[in-house]
């Protein structure tokens, strides 16, 4: 079984997930689609191809609009993900095994390793980099670096695998508990959506599969490290200890959108020069746009009232960059006082 949680906005890309998991999950085509938004929002007439399990459903009203008050609308989602996995295993006795992944995930391959691996493990995560990105060839200036990671978290919570089991029903109790009120985008505190959590999970919990596969994953942050390329008809990718993997899913996010995601910024991928992944997004968009996604994008998230971070660009952020330079030589200098 496959989960995503998504807002309106994002339901297109929720529809062409579900799609390529569909067309390489023989075994297990079942998706749910967890809508972190007020489904009385969409279109006339509309018909979902996919099942829809709104917050509504499993949040009472009053926390639902408690916690709609503290946060932006990425927070909001990731403050129930916990929540819609565990409803998951709770109404449906017979899904042993499930895939959580965000919208913006398409998968490339089929999926038989991905469960194979919950053959010895209760849940899966997949690390952001695999490698020390401060070898020969890189600057010091590149970003993001290895402390980047460590305020984001290690492990990405846009993919997990679960296996019913009492270890996992005992780790989303203790996630559920940590994050619910604590989803927060606040680097000074330490916290950062559902996934820095996720850095205790192999000390906390028995039986952790953490996947370094390069084929896994791919998303901007990683792509210094990873080769992809077409070889007899099927996108393979090499990394820094696995060679010519078959590419089992893209994370598109910052890629899709650019604003979207922790890396707007990034300086280490030049993509202009990424001819293979300029290739895999325009297929992507194709599968997004056929989901008739200009319906939905002027619709606004229903939880989550606090705005979005906004980006800058520009001079505007070079001037930014410029005054934190600044404060940081003032911090290092003695001035006496006048």
Known sequence: MLLTICTLRQLPQAFALADSFRQFSATDPFVLIGLADDPAQL??????????LPIQDILPGEELKSLSAQYTPTEFAAACKPLFISEVFRRYPDVTRLIYADPNIHFSAPIDSIWAQLEKANFVLTPFITRDLALPGSTAKSWPDEKAFQNIGLYNADFLVFKRSAETERMLAWWDNRVRERANIDFCAGLCLDQIWLMHVPVFFRDVAIVKNPGWHVGLWNLPERTIHSMADRWQVSG???????L??????GLYKADEGFFPHQNRVILSKQSSIGTLLKRYQQAVAQQSASVFEPLQPAYGLKPEARIIRGWRYKTIQSMQGINRFL?????PAI
């Open 43 to 52: 279109p006339t007439g509309f018909t979902s191809p996919y099942p829809i």
């Open 240 to 246: 820094p200890s696995k060679q010519n993997q078959p």
């Open 248 to 253: 089992q899913f893209v994370n598109f996010k």
């Open 331 to 335: 911090d290092r200098v003695y001035l």
